[in-house]
């Protein structure tokens, strides 16, 4: 039995709100594009994303392409929420995942307003990115103000909230790592208490290894020692690959290959949030990949969504949120993500 209701009644309100504006999930890049009216002008599918398109069905799951805010902090700044998410409906946007509440210069903004703005552009807030811990005791942090963080995050409706800080407060021991899984199991106990679930967004570091113990990934220590009933986690498909060419040797230079695809498979329930961010292949480049724009790059995101929503009951419990930490134009690199990721299509 699928954990998500095929008849999601609000994604089913998104789908039927999509359809009346003419940008309907699922739909080819042609559309899209067409349907975008954007400044910037859009190029034909070549390369990667015209060798993916296909007549199967679609890869990405309907309703479930969001984008992470950061990639257009540029524009939240200096235009505010509002104009960023009636591009990103235009775009074929379904879900938005925050990286701070406020809009700088674009002035202030309250969270009952920010929900609704949302709402108004067919957008369904899904997470946010909040710091760990601070040496700062009224930092906005899980650490230092976890009530704060979840009125906050429950006044927006999330259903999840997490961080994007590595669980390194304490060091890179094995030990450390424990510690800094027990303070998460707490969070995501507090987050259970009032229906979401805490997540931890990973970079390259997790996946390296315990410095007390050379044998040991870290990562597989965080998925050991936190409750997977109470920690989830948002992989970064980008930077797991990234920690893939990093760290597939030992500091002693024994042979540690991983597939990050591999965590997922076994235990999708686990995962419940992705960031969608491509490189292009480097082996001069610290970690491996140098990033690009989501269809510009080596990752194959048609065999990493498919092998993920191909699971028995999972085609709808994931979320796949599009990134660029510094893209060129921030709005065509939103407009070329959803494009190229609703172009994609299974092999028949």
Not at 133 to 154: C, E, I, M
Request: proline letters at 6%; aromatic letters at 10%; one cysteine or more.
């Amino acid at each position: 039995m699928s954990r998500i209701s095929d008849t999601d009644p609000a994604l089913t309100h998104r789908l039927t709100r999509r359809g009346m504006l003419g940008v309907a999930a699922g739909a080819s890049a042609a559309a899209l594009l067409g349907a975008a009216g954007t400044p910037a002008a859009a190029a034909p599918a070549t390369g990667t994303a015209a060798s993916a398109a296909g007549r199967g069905r679609p890869v990405l799951p309907p309703g479930r392409l969001g984008i992470q805010l950061y990639s257009l902090r540029d524009k939240v700044s200096t235009l505010g929420f509002a104009p960023v998410f009636a591009e990103l409906e235009k775009y074929g946007y379904d879900e938005v995942e925050f990286a701070g509440y406020t809009q700088g210069s674009a002035g202030p903004i309250t969270l009952a307003r920010l929900k609704r703005l949302a709402r108004d552009h067919g957008l369904t807030p899904i997470g946010s990115h909040v710091g760990y811990y601070s040496d700062d005791p009224n930092a906005y942090t899980f650490a230092q103000n976890l009530t704060k963080v979840l009125d906050d995050a429950q006044a927006l409706g999330l259903k999840h909230i997490g961080t994007a800080s590595g669980p390194f407060r304490y060091g890179s021991t094995v030990d450390a790592w424990k510690r800094a899984a027990e303070e998460f199991n707490t969070y995501g106990a507090a987050a259970r208490a009032r229906g979401m679930k805490f997540y931890q967004h990973n970079h390259s570091d997790e996946f390296g290894f315990a410095s007390d113990d050379p044998k040991v990934r870290l990562y597989d220590v965080l998925l050991a020692e936190t409750d997977p009933d109470l920690v989830f986690l948002e992989m970064d498909i980008f930077w797991a690959y990234a920690g893939r060419f990093r760290f597939s040797r030992r500091p002693d230079g024994t042979a540690a290959p991983f597939e990050p695809l591999d965590y997922v498979l076994k235990q999708p329930h686990r995962y419940p949030l992705f960031h969608v961010k491509d490189g292009v292949s480097d082996p001069s480049d610290q970690f491996g990949y140098r990033m690009v724009d989501v269809g510009d790059g080596d990752i194959d995101y048609r065999r990493f969504l498919s092998a993920v929503t191909r699971l028995r009951g999972e085609r709808l419990a994931h979320h796949w949120q599009a990134e660029h930490d510094n893209p060129v134009e921030s709005f065509a690199f939103a407009r070329k993500s959803s494009a190229h990721l609703h172009s994609l299509r299974e092999k028949c």
